[in-house]
């Protein structure tokens, strides 16, 4: 079996990682994104009756499943809580992730390139799963003004970007166009596979 190089988009939020994951998919990558990964597990029952169990009925929507802004209302008002669902959750994400890579590379023809978006990369301790990182960054007042979330709120808890940037492969400050990230990401094909 032949495994697609593994590379993983981190950065700050609003930074542009999702537009980058996308950019990457444009150009023939397979790519999964870690946000969807919990989205699905936090469905699977299992997690349901944990994070209920811990967080109480307050997270379950009107549908019977987790309300997931709900959830994060509760974790980033709550550290302990929020550790604790990290604590849950990385090592599934890990484990899907994993599992994903490993049914591409029994594909008869896989990709050469697999690329997955982790904001939490290098505070989860994933890195050691991929052969490649690519860090974007952004300036706070762009990423303020493409995010809704909190972003000073939740920054305080990652590492700065100048420390993701000097441990990544790859960077890039996402304050052009779309054409410009999507050379960039081109750059990045072509060294990965040329």
């Keep these: 079996m032949t495994r697609p190089v593994a590379v993983a988009i981190t950065g700050g939020i609003g930074a542009g990682k999702s537009e980058a994951l996308a950019a990457f998919a444009r150009?023939?990558?397979?790519?999964v994104s870690s946000d969807a990964i919990v989205h699905e597990?936090?469905?699977?029952?299992?997690?349901?009756?944990?994070?209920?169990e811990r967080l109480?009925?307050?997270v379950v929507g009107p549908d019977g499943h987790l309300d997931r802004g709900a959830v994060a209302t509760v974790v980033?008002?709550?550290e302990e809580s929020l550790r604790w669902l990290e604590e849950l959750l990385h090592p599934l994400v890990s484990a899907e992730y994993l599992l994903w890579r490993e049914?591409?590379?029994a594909l008869p023809v896989p990709p050469q390139v697999c690329v997955t978006e982790v904001p939490l990369?290098?505070?989860?301790?994933s890195q050691s799963y991929f052969d490649r990182v690519v860090v974007v960054t952004a300036p706070e007042e762009l990423r303020r003004a493409r995010s809704e979330a909190a972003v000073e709120e939740r920054q305080r808890r990652l590492l700065p970007d100048e420390e993701k940037?000097?441990?990544a492969d790859y960077a890039y400050t996402n304050t052009g166009s779309?054409?410009?990230?999507?050379?960039?990401?081109?750059?990045?094909?072509?060294?990965?596979?040329?």
């Design 121 to 125: 990369l290098y505070e989860a301790g």
């Design 103 to 105: 049914q591409l590379a």
């Design 41 to 52: 597990l936090l469905r699977r029952e299992e997690v349901r009756r944990a994070v209920v």
């Design 165 to 167: 940037v000097g441990r």
């Design 27 to 31: 150009r023939g990558a397979a790519t």
């Design 178 to 194: 779309i054409a410009e990230l999507e050379s960039f990401v081109s750059s990045v094909l072509d060294d990965l596979t040329g």
């Design 56 to 58: 109480g009925n307050g």
């Design 76 to 78: 980033f008002n709550d």
